[in-house]
């Protein structure tokens, strides 16, 4: 077997053992994290609000008495518009004679997807893009962070309006913005994390075994990272949250998809705020519970990536 014929066959083999040790390590690094994870009473106090409504969302279907926007009459055959709670409507109805159980338990669904897909693709394009500049430096650095500064003079709510307005009143298109602003200070603290863990021995040595930088990347930092990513994912969720809640309170969300801030934005056109409290309160309470969840979960999961946390 020629020389070059037995790199060929033993470069697909490193691979292979490469990806087995970054595995190995994601594993022992979770399990690390998470054995420090559960000591913290305020993280799994705001995991255990965060699987409640995870787990809403997913009954929600089976559960809802009634479709969204299925009217309600009264026994005179009129609308039952803005009824209390009672026992056949726990949550009375809306101005429209909607059930205002069914719109919280099917909006769960648009607050969860928004909040965990928007959180991951904050947590990926910033963990990418800080790896790459902290990984490389230099003028790719110092394009990362160039793009890092122009994009934090966005603001964010008139940003996503326009995105709407240009591409349509859609769940994705709000992702979309939350995704192309939400992920800068991730990146930026991906960055400096990188910028130390790429002076470590080991990264030195694989550098001078010849390994690709996408291996150094994947293999030797890329898990001493992910903490980091998960805790700013965490926080993201609450953002994305509050964000869809916002642009649909706007008025730029769709209005056929019953979430939390269109039936905010429902009762504050037909100024029901203050008088149908049990059309108020009950997505005011849902968007403020799962965003406090999210923060307890961050703050908890900072004891995992703050050693100072941890020997208090």
């Given amino acids: 077997m020629s020389e070059e014929t037995a790199r060929q066959v033993a470069q697909p083999r490193e691979t292979k ?7 190995q390590n994601l594993r022992r690094s979770a399990r690390e994290q998470a054995r420090i994870f559960v000591k913290s009473k305020m993280a799994v106090a705001g995991l255990a609000i965060i699987v409640f409504y995870i787990v809403v969302a997913l009954v929600a279907p089976y559960v809802a008495p009634y479709a969204p926007y299925e009217r309600i009459y009264a026994a005179d055959g009129t609308w039952a518009k803005l009824q209390p709670p009672t026992a056949a409507h726990p949550l009375g109805t809306t101005e ?57 003079g966005l603001p964010f709510i008139p940003f996503v309006i326009v995105l709407v307005t240009v591409l349509g009143a859609s769940v994705w298109n709000i992702i979309l913005g939350i995704a192309l602003l939400y992920w800068l200070s991730t990146a930026r603290v991906i960055r400096s994390e990188v910028l130390t863990v790429r002076e470590r021995p080991y990264v030195e040595a694989a550098e001078a075994a010849g390994a690709s930088d996408f291996r150094i990347m994947a293999v030797h930092i890329l898990p001493n990272v992910i903490p980091l990513a998960a805790l700013y994912a965490a926080i993201a969720v609450g953002y994305s949250i509050v964000a869809q809640a916002s642009i649909a309170f706007l008025g730029f969300g769709d209005p056929t998809i019953p979430s939390w801030g269109v039936m905010l934005q429902r009762a504050f056109v037909t100024q029901a705020f203050g008088t149908a409290w049990w059309w108020v309160f009950p997505p005011g309470l849902s ?14 999961y900072e004891e995992v990536v703050n050693p100072q946390l941890q020997e208090k």
């Avoid at 769960?108 to 991951?120: D, K, N, P, Q, Y």
């Avoid at 968007?287 to 908890?300: D, N, P, S, W």
């Fill in 96 to 152: 429209a004679a909607h059930d205002v159980l069914s719109q919280l338990l099917l909006g769960a669904r648009i607050a969860m997807f928004v909040g965990l897909l928007g959180a991951f693709m904050v947590a990926v394009i910033g963990t990418t893009m800080g790896v790459i500049a902290g990984y490389y430096g230099g003028w790719v650095d110092e394009l990362v962070m160039r793009l890092v500064d122009i994009l934090y």
């Fill in 287 to 300: 968007i403020t519970l799962v965003v406090t969840g999210a923060y307890l979960v961050g703050r908890g």
């Fill in 17 to 23: 053992q490469g990806w087995r040790r970054f595995f």
